[in-house]
């Protein structure tokens, strides 16, 4: 099973859950972003390449799947306006097992955070604005899976 | 002629002042840094966008390509800062 959505809308972390622990495995495993607030943070702005992230996601969902025996996975991202404590980003994996459960929510964030086509731009109360740089952490974190 | 295309993103699109452009296909050994060299040239606003092409990505037909890959028969080029999704 494989279910992704990108769009403006919020999610419900729980039904979402809900849907995997549905699916007959013995595991499931979820990861949720969400705005960090602080130093004056007004909002952070998510753009993406439409044409194109859709069908980005779902490769690296495939790929998700190549690695692991995975039942289901579910991938929610949010672009446009959002606010401190929004959520930004699920993703919801189950198999029969809890290793390949965790593993492969790991796989699935360290991998949308560096090969998806979005991002994102801050806007402080001061007035500044500043588009968010690629941090060479993501990167490292996205080469451990090799 | 065939037409090429661009789509601009995040700080490299508000450096150009929009979305994208339809461009003269520029053929098909034509690689991508030496598109951006040119467009580069145009000065103003692609000037300051493509000062440093290492900090620029690229996705020819929505599928990300090295900056060295030739342009081929692609009919979408997008230009864009290294992504910071999740």
Known sequence: MIDIAVGTEDFDAAMLLAELEGLGGGAVASFTGIVRGGDGLLSMRLDHYPAMTQARVHEIVEEANRRWPLLGVVVRHRVGELTPGSRIVFVGTASAHRAAALEACAFLIDWLKTSAPFWKKESFADGRQNWVEARAEDDAAKERWG | ?86
């Open chain 2, 1 to 86: 002629m065939e037409r090429l295309e661009i789509l601009y993103f995040a700080w490299v699109r508000e450096a150009i002042g929009q979305d994208g452009e339809t461009i003269d296909h520029p053929g098909a050994e034509m690689r991508v840094i030496d598109l951006i060299e040119q467009l580069k040239a145009r000065g103003g606003g692609y000037a300051q966008a493509f000062a440093d092409p290492q900090r620029l990505r690229a996705a020819l037909d929505q599928a990300f390509v090295p900056l060295t890959a030739t342009v081929g028969h692609a009919r979408e080029l997008a230009l864009f800062p290294p992504v910071t999704g999740g």
